[in-house]
């Protein structure tokens, strides 16, 4: 979702700017319909191919375990064969894996073979690793080399306890600004992995607002940067062209390709990698056919016509580019648990120490309702028969709690698990309805279970664009008098995408509004709205430690300049909170990390 922070909504807000549906469309609305490609996007990647060569969109890993590792890259075999063209001959690609950058020690090499039909892309599971090692990896295709990539395999040795350290991230916006939060990830030598936590593409096009004309315009994202940072294609991602065309984009982005190279990375999508407010048969952002009491003749537009299509159809063309253009495996194929559509949930081992369970909580939630009936709060928002997850996905989180003996049981989220009453209301007015707020039997059961379970539970969430460190109470009415909690929350600021600050229109009133929620809702420790940027998260036998870290302009996180703007930006650790074993419980501040207390070892160097 795209936040907005209206003080007592009544219904699910229309998150996000407020757009115009038809002047989304322009002329690719017909094409979008049936998946064809809209009119601009060959063109809008062609320059991005041509100057990257084969190799043009850079190298990936992802899903490490202790002894596989998932390697990414897209080629791009001849000059016409740009992104989402559906053109070009296969080829075949040799990948190989180093003990050293210089590749003068290869420890494993093969060869796979990809084609237009899945956009070029590459995809190869490494096997036979070494647990927590760190590798060097390539591709190459006929004379054309990739760059190099980093990775490691996950520090997983049972009856071993290794040092695990990973940043989270979230809501990253094209057109919202430049990827200093990528770039300062990219800097660190210290992470195990990067788990990315949804919004990573956005599907909004480039029409600017009218000075005047409420409704009007697609764009998400500052002013200045419009002809600086635009989406291509210029229309809003609806058919498979424009979702990889999207894709390819963002993969683009120097920043982003350096993360990526970097750290092996951990993603789940959540609604703009569709479209926003996605629910199981529709989205907020969705129209399958124009409004007929607003009549619209704009171009290849005439009143009447199917905008958008069917909206599974949609669907299906969005993940079909998640899956080719992300470092993540084929859903279908790894860890298999009973649920519903394709199963994207998936589960990391770190030893004695952690598990983390990536949960993914748009492809079956129930469609989202108001908040508030007649100024009341909805009893409809605690139907049992509403769910975020589909319920063979919760069993499968509430049995791994259940079931765990391991110190912390991480759980990679997209929406706030902990409740959050909207400021001002003396109810228990819920703030944002598309959260667990909106699906309250799912969020009783969650929380009972981790209240129940030997494991301490650590919530990581994106989202909601601002840094939240939370306690989960246990009831929320009685948290106050008893400070039961059934585990923490850390949510991390956003990459680009709008905060407390751009929202409200100065960071006074993001303050503001941040002591309001703090003193409405006390179990949230701290709360940032502001600054942008990303969370790395250390985990040992006797704590947890989040530090949040913001891109900063000349030293200034937001409160008088816009570090979004400044392409030479730099990013700072600002605070860090902590929760204890077996407290449950936020504290803090605390002093920012420091070293590891041990490091990968390099890979056997075989002669």
Known sequence: MTAALPTAPSAPARTGPDLSRRGVLLGGAAAGLVGLPTTDARAAVGDITSRGGVFGFGVASGDPTATE???????????????????????????????????????????????????????????????????????????????????????????????????????????????????????????????????????????????????????YGPPELVGVRDHRPAVEMVSLEDYRVRHALYKADPDAMAAHARHPWVVIFDDHEITNDA?????????????????YTGPGEPEGVRAEGDFLERRDRALQAYVEWMP???????????????????????????????????????????????????????????????????????????????????????????????????????????????????????????????TDAVVLTGDIHSSWAVDLPVDPATYAADGRSAGVEMVCPSVTSNGFKEVLGSAAAAARTTAAFQARNPWVRHLEGIGHGFAVLDVTPERVQVD????????????????????????????????????????????????????????????
């Open 279 to 295: 629910y199981a048969t529709g989205a907020e952002n969705h129209e399958e056919q124009d409004d007929p009491g607003t009549p």
């Open 69 to 219: 590792v998932l390697l990414w890259t897209r080629v791009t075999p001849v000059p016409y064969a740009v992104p989402g063209s559906g053109r070009g001959p296969a080829r075949d690609v040799v990948w190989e894996v180093a003990a050293d950058e210089a590749f003068r020690h290869v420890v494993r090499r093969g060869t796979t073979r990809t084609d237009a039909s899945r956009d070029h892309t590459v995809k190869v599971v490494v096997d036979g690793l070494e647990p927590y090692t760190e590798y060097w990896y390539r591709f190459r295709v006929r004379r054309a080399v990739s760059p190099v990539g980093r990775t490691r395999t996950s520090p997983d040795e049972p009856g071993t306890t290794h040092a695990l350290r990973l940043a989270f991230a979230s809501c990253s916006n094209y057109t919202g600004g430049y990827f200093t939060a990528y770039r300062g990830i990219a800097a660190r030598d210290d992470l195990d992995l990067v788990l990315h936590l949804g919004d990573y593409v956005y599907e909004y096009g480039n029409t600017p607002a009218q000075p005047g004309v409420p409704g009007s315009g697609d764009r």
């Open 328 to 454: 993540i495996r084929e859903p279908a194929g790894w860890q298999p648990a009973a649920h519903r559509g394709t199963q994207f949930f998936r589960r990391f081992s770190f030893g004695d120490l952690a598990d983390l369970s990536v949960v993914e909580t748009r492809q079956n939630r129930s469609q989202q309702v108001p908040a508030t009936v007649g100024g009341a709060p909805n009893p409809a928002l605690a139907d049992p028969s509403r769910h975020l997850p589909e319920p063979e996905q919760m069993d499968w989180l509430v049995d791994a709690l259940a079931g765990s003996t391991k110190a912390w049981h991480l759980v990679g989220n997209q929406t706030v698990l902990a409740p959050v009453y909207a400021p001002g209301s003396t109810a228990p007015v819920v703030f944002n309805a598309d959260q667990w707020d909106g699906y309250q039997a799912d969020q009783a059961r969650l929380l009972t279970s981790m209240a129940a379970a030997s």
């Open 548 to 607: 949040f870290h913001y891109i900063r302009s000349g030293g200034d996180k937001g409160l008088v300049v816009d570090p979004r703007l400044d392409p030479t930006a730099t990013t700072a650790h600002e605070s860090s909170w902590q929760a204890l074993r077996g407290a449950r419980r936020i504290t803090g501040p605390v002093a920012e990390l420091g070293r590891r207390s041990d490091e990968p070892r390099r890979a056997v160097r075989r002669r």
